[in-house]
C-alpha cells in the first residue's frame, strides 16, 4: 500500500495586508497578495508604479531587508480587489484575479524562469515578466527565417489569405526606411534608432537583432496582439532572431526556407527590384551564411526548399498540419467564471479553486496546468479548466475493515450498487457492470454525506476526469472529497492509493474515524459478507 497521505493540501491564505515601506498605491477595497520564493517576497497588489492600469509588483528581500520595484516584462493584468497567488515550477507565479472575466482570470508572473534570467542579465537589472494565461488547444506560434528574397514573406501571404482567421502576422520594428507598398504597422513599425535602443532597454522586445545593416526587431506586445485575437502567430524573422526567440520560452515551431540555388536567390531579389545593387549584393553575403546556419544549427525542426512555390506552400501547411479553417489559438470552448471569493489549493501541476463566501453554492474547479507551454514573453497556453459539481464524481463508496492503521487496512470484497467488484490490495477488478441478477445486494455506502457519519472508515472509489499519473494523485477528487468531509465537520483525508478497475484508472481515498460506532460497521460487514459469499457460491465473484 502507498504512503499516506500522499496529498498536501496546501491553503494559501490570500488578501494579506502589507506595509511595505515602499509606498505601494493600494486602494482601501483591494487586498495585495504576497508570495515567498527563497527570501524574497514578491508582494502583488496596487497599481505600478502610480499607473493604475497596471498591477504593481514589488520584491522583499529578506537578508537586506529592502524593498524593490522590479522591471516588468509583458504586458501584465489590470489591477483588481483581490488576487490568489501559487509558487509554481522553474520560477512562476500563478496569479489568480478574484471576480474577474473568465478570459482575463488567470495570469503568470514569472520572476526566476529562464526568460527572466536572460532579460536580467541582458539588463542588468531586475526584471519579473508576465504572460497571460490562454485557455484550450493553443498551437505554437510560428518562426519562418530564411535568406533575403529566398520567399517567405510570400508564403506567409499566402497562409494568411488562405486562412484568414487561423494566423496573424507578427509586425516588426524596424529602423530601415519603409518600401513604396509598405504601411506603417502593417508591414512593419517603422522607427528611429535611438527611439528602437531605448525600447530594447525598456525590455520591450522578444527579440532584436542587426540585419543587413538595419536593426530589427519583434516586440512583445506584436506577439501579444495576435495571440489575442485568438489567432496562432506567424514570425518572419532572420536567424539571429530565431536563435534569440529559441533560447525564449515562446515555444515555437522553427521553420527555414533555403533557395534552390544561390543564383535564383539574386534573380528574385533583382526581379523584386526594391534593393540597390549594394544592398542586393549584401543580402547575397549574408545569405550564405544564414542558409549555412539554417541548415545546421540545430534551431529549424523543418527546411523547406522553395524552388516551385505551389509545392513549397503546400509543403509549409504539411508542416503546419492545416486541415481547416478553424480558429485554433487559445479560443475557449466554453467561458468558466473563477469565483470570486475562493480559496487555492494545490497539488503538482492541478489547482483546485473552492468556491468560499456566503452564497457559496460549493462549487469547485480544477485548473490543469499539467500540459501548459509557452510563457514570457507572449502567453502561457495549454490551460485546462473544469467545473466539478456536486458529488456524482464520486462513483462509488464503501466501508472497509481497518485494522488499526493505515497500512495493514484490509480490503475486502466490495459489492456496489450496479457494479460488482473483485477488491483486493491494490487492485479492483470489475466483475460485472449490470443489474444484480437476483443477487440482493446491499450496498455498503448510502450517499457519502451519510454514509461518513455512521462508519468509521470509508473507501472511495472516484471516477477521474482525466487519466491519473499514480505518483500524482488527482486533486479534483480529493477536492470533491474534502468538501463532503467539510460539510460533515470532519478532518482531512489521506489518499489511499492509485488503483484501476479494468483500464479505468480510480483514485481511492480512505477516511478513518477512530472512534465509535463499529455496531453499525459490524452490521454492515456481516451483510456483505453474507453476500459475498453468495456471490462466490454462484461464481459471480472469484478469490484472488
Ligand atoms: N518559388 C518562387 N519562384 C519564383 N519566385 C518566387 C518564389 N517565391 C517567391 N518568389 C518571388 O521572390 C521575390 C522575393 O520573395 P519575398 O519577398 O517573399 O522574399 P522574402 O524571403 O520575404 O525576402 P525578405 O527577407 O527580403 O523580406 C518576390 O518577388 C516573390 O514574388
Ligand atoms: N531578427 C529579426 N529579423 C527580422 C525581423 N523582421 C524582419 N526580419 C528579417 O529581416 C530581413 C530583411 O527584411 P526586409 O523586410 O528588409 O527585406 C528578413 O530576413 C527578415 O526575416 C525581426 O523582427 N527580427
Excluded at 84 to 103: C, E, M, N, T, Y
Aim: proline share 5%; charged share 25%; net charge neutral.
Amino acid at each position: 500500500m502507498g504512503e499516506a497521505p500522499a496529498f498536501f493540501v496546501d491553503h494559501l491564505e490570500n488578501g494579506q495586508q502589507h506595509t511595505n515601506g515602499f509606498g505601494v498605491k493600494t486602494e482601501p477595497e483591494h487586498r495585495d497578495t504576497s508570495v515567498q520564493i527563497g527570501d524574497r517576497s514578491y508582494v502583488i497588489g496596487g497599481n505600478h508604479e502610480g499607473n493604475p492600469l497596471f498591477l504593481g509588483v514589488q520584491i522583499h528581500d529578506k537578508n537586506t531587508n529592502k524593498w524593490s520595484t522590479p522591471t516588468v516584462l509583458g504586458t501584465g493584468p489590470k489591477p483588481c480587489k483581490a488576487y490568489s497567488a501559487i509558487v509554481l515550477k522553474q520560477g512562476r507565479i500563478l496569479v489568480i484575479k478574484k471576480g474577474s472575466a473568465s478570459d482575463d482570470s488567470i495570469w503568470f508572473l514569472e520572476v526566476d524562469s529562464p526568460f527572466v534570467r536572460e532579460q536580467r542579465k541582458l539588463l542588468g537589472k531586475e526584471v519579473v515578466a508576465w504572460s497571460k494565461g490562454v485557455r484550450g488547444n493553443a498551437e505554437k506560434p510560428i518562426v519562418i527565417s530564411g535568406p533575403s528574397g529566398v520567399g517567405k514573406g510570400t508564403l506567409i501571404a499566402m497562409l494568411m489569405k488562405e486562412f484568414p482567421s487561423m494566423f496573424g502576422f507578427s509586425v516588426s520594428h524596424t529602423t530601415r526606411s519603409p518600401r513604396c507598398m509598405e504601411e506603417n504597422g502593417v508591414h512593419y513599425h517603422f522607427t528611429d534608432k535611438t527611439v528602437m535602443e531605448k525600447e530594447i532597454n525598456d525590455g520591450k522586445f522578444l527579440e532584436y537583432a542587426s540585419v543587413h545593416g538595419n536593426l530589427y526587431g519583434t516586440s512583445i506586445e506584436s506577439v501579444e496582439v495576435v495571440t489575442d485575437s485568438g489567432k496562432r502567430c506567424i514570425l518572419d524573422i532572420d536567424v539571429q532572431g530565431a536563435r534569440s526567440v529559441k533560447a525564449s520560452s515562446l515555444d515555437a515551431v522553427f521553420i527555414f526556407v533555403c533557395p534552390p540555388s544561390m543564383k535564383e536567390l539574386e534573380d528574385r531579389l533583382r526581379a523584386r527590384g526594391t534593393e540597390t545593387e549594394e544592398q542586393i549584393q549584401k543580402r547575397l553575403r549574408n545569405a550564405e551564411a544564414e542558409i549555412k546556419a539554417g541548415e545546421s544549427s540545430g534551431i529549424f525542426e523543418h527546411i523547406l526548399y522553395n524552388d516551385n512555390l505551389e509545392e513549397c506552400y503546400k509543403n509549409l501547411k504539411n508542416v503546419l498540419r492545416i486541415i481547416d479553417d478553424a480558429p485554433v489559438n487559445g479560443v475557449q470552448v466554453e467561458g468558466i467564471n473563477l469565483p470570486k471569493e475562493h480559496t487555492v489549493t494545490k497539488n503538482g501541476d492541478k489547482i483546485l479553486i473552492q468556491e468560499t463566501g456566503e452564497a457559496t453554492k460549493n462549487n469547485m474547479i480544477v485548473l490543469d496546468l499539467s500540459s501548459i507551454n509557452g510563457g514570457a514573453p507572449g502567453r502561457t497556453r495549454g490551460i485546462v479548466l473544469d467545473t466539478i459539481g456536486q458529488i456524482p464524481h464520486i462513483a462509488t463508496c464503501g466501508t472497509l475493515k481497518v485494522d488499526g492503521s493505515l497500512k495493514h487496512c484490509n480490503l475486502n470484497r466490495f459489492v456496489g450498487p450496479k457494479r460488482r467488484f473483485d477488491i483486493a490490495y491494490k487492485s479492483v477488478t470489475l466483475l460485472e457492470e449490470k443489474a444484480n441478477d437476483g443477487v440482493s445486494f446491499s450496498t455498503l455506502s448510502p450517499p457519502p454525506t451519510l454514509c461518513l457519519d455512521e462508519v468509521n472508515a470509508s473507501l472511495f472509489l472516484c471516477k477521474s476526469l482525466a487519466s491519473i499519473n499514480p505518483s500524482d494523485p488527482d486533486p479534483v477528487m480529493a477536492g470533491a472529497v474534502a468538501r463532503i468531509l467539510k460539510r460533515v465537520g470532519l478532518p482531512p483525508l489521506g489518499v489511499l492509493d492509485v488503483i484501476s478497475i479494468g483500464s479505468l484508472p480510480v483514485l481511492a481515498y480512505i477516511y478513518f474515524r477512530l472512534e465509535k460506532q463499529f455496531a453499525w460497521l459490524d452490521e454492515q460487514e456481516k451483510r456483505v459478507n453474507a453476500t459475498v459469499a453468495d456471490m462466490r457460491a454462484r461464481g459471480i465473484i472469484r478469490d484472488r
